[in-house]
């Protein structure tokens, strides 16, 4: 066994010991193994006999000199029986160390100097078409639309250099559509005699038109405030009050002389309101030439038709029957011209700007017992009952009381003149401290389409009916103005041939 480990110890140029598993060198390459020490203490030997791999690097009491231990157990028939230990000089080691690191440095630098041109390629591969997405991207930011990215390949970053190409091309088309709209829309709200503003919702101005400047006399400066410009505190009011009750507001109002009409709402987005602003004053001004024509007018047929009307009596006085019967009709539409009359000059006078009237206590059970009881004879005339429903206390308003009359008279005989069967019903009661009147008739009713419009001037639903009934078409106009000075509202229900009730609230 010696010669063998000898052999072999020359072969490879270390020494090789064979040590038994209780410490006793058996064979070594290098000395006699009889004059040999026991090894069972040595560290790498116990890690051996242990199953393990075991290494010491130690002063060698034999050579006389630093070596490096490598141990082996070797196995048979299931346990450890012998350590193979190899062993050189730690001289040696280096040496070899050395030489290896030297001839592994240079295949190292060439692979690290590889490495890193290929990393810069990648790099530039990479960051070069970034950096030009970058650029396009910060270009198309401050709206220059027409700036490609001309990135060739198959990959992800030429995928996203064509997709990028195809979304400012849109944005272009986009941008060029949005801006056509505005001047579309800039040149119909400029050129327009309507005021508009838009303010957002906080108050800052975002749209105005030249009409408004013209008609406000306010220079307005876009997002600014509507408050720092507007000094009219009723078109503030207005704008408040559309911002607190987010419903539409309409006002009239008069600025350097002139009528406006102010409205102003919520747009339909709940963030914008719009202010229109329309001038009125030529159409006031026609309205008045046009009451004034017919006040005027008024007043000069007033004097001629009362003449007539007292020479027809005694012309009548003296003719033949055949002769007074084509007088009748004269002075039927005599009287008829004189009551348009009236009540044209009537309304005239209710229309007038600031006007005063005698305010009094005035005792309602008693006025509406009053006008009953003289029209009840027309009722009873077409056989129609005129019923009264009073509250066993008195209800008082305050008020002109000859104009209150009027408003009943003429409420209560335009129920008898449409109704020709059944009857009319007048009804009083007071809640919340006002006095609340209903006449209601069973006559022929008011279509739907006409009652928003029965207010109005010689308005009558059925013009035959009311030539007829002498009618003048003037009364409900009349009606309303005397509610109107009252501070009163005034409604109508009412359905054809079934009966039409007016409700009067004081």
């Known amino acids: 066994m010696n010669k063998t480990v000898v052999k072999l110890g020359q ?3 270390a020494r090789i010991t064979i040590i038994k598993n209780d410490g006793k060198v058996l064979a070594d390459s ?14 790498e030997v116990v890690k051996a006999i242990a199953g393990k791999v075991g290494s010491s690097v130690r002063y060698s009491s034999t050579l006389r000199k630093n070596m490096l231990y490598v141990a082996l157990p070797a196995e048979k028939s299931g346990g450890i029986s012998y350590v193979v230990r190899i062993s050189m000089f730690s001289q040696d080691v280096n040496k070899l160390l050395s030489s290896l690191t030297k001839v592994m440095i240079i295949p190292t630098m060439v692979l690290l ?36 990215v001309n990135i060739t390949g198959c990959d992800e970053v030429g995928e996203l250099a064509l ?33 508009i503003i838009a303010l957002e919702i906080d108050g800052r101005v975002q749209l105005f038109n030249k009409a408004v400047i013209k008609l406000l006399g306010v220079e307005f400066v876009l997002g600014k405030f509507y408050w720092e410009m507007v000094r009219e505190p009723e078109i503030v009011t207005l704008i408040e009050k559309v911002i607190s009750t987010k419903k539409k507001i309409k006002n009239q109002i008069e600025i350097n002389d002139k009528q406006l009409i102010c409205t102003g ?24 030439i046009k009451k004034d024509f017919v006040t005027n007018a008024s007043h000069e047929l007033k004097t001629p038709l009362t003449s007539i009307n007292g020479f027809l009596d005694l012309a009548m006085e003296g003719c033949d029957c055949e002769t007074n019967k084509y007088l009748e009709v004269v002075k039927r539409n005599t009287q008829r011209l004189i009551n348009i009359v009236n009540d044209l000059l009537t309304l005239a006078e209710l229309e007038k700007k600031g006007l005063k009237f005698d305010s009094r206590e005035i005792n309602i059970n008693s006025l509406i017992q009053n006008i009953t009881a003289f029209l009840e004879i027309k009722a009873k005339e077409k056989n129609l009952y005129l019923k009264i429903k009073l509250p066993e206390e008195d209800i008082f308003i305050k008020g002109d009381e000859f104009k209150i009359e009027q408003l009943l008279v003429n409420l209560i005989d335009n129920a008898i003149k449409y109704t020709e069967s059944g009857g009319v ?20 009713g008011i279509a739907e389409k006409d009652i928003s419009r029965i207010f109005e001037r010689f308005y009558v639903s059925d013009k035959a009916r009311s030539r007829k009934s002498g009618g003048t078409g003037l009364g409900l106009s009349i009606v309303k103005h005397i509610v109107m ?20 609230v004081l």
């Open 11 to 13: 072969l490879s140029g």
């Open 30 to 43: 290098k000395e006699n193994p009889d004059e040999m020490e026991n090894h069972a203490k040595r560290p």
């Open 113 to 148: 100097l590889f490495a890193a041109i290929i990393s810069i390629l990648i790099a530039r591969t990479v960051s070069t078409p970034i950096k030009r997405l970058m650029i396009a991207s910060r270009a198309v930011s401050q709206g220059e639309f027409s700036h490609k």
């Open 163 to 195: 997709h990028f190409n195809e979304m400012t091309e849109h944005l272009s088309d986009y941008v060029l559509e949005i801006s056509s709209q505005k001047d579309t829309l800039n040149a119909v709200v400029n050129n327009i005699s309507e005021g």
């Open 265 to 288: 709402v919520i747009s339909d987005s709940g963030d914008h309101i719009i202010i229109s602003v329309f001038d009125i004053t030529d159409i006031i001004e026609l309205s008045k």
């Open 425 to 444: 019903t007048v009804t009083l009661k007071s809640k919340n401290g006002k006095a609340i009147i209903s006449v209601a008739d069973t006559g022929i």
């Open 485 to 504: 000075i009252h501070d009163g509202k005034i409604s109508v229900k009412s359905k054809p041939d079934k009966g039409t009730e007016f409700i009067v």
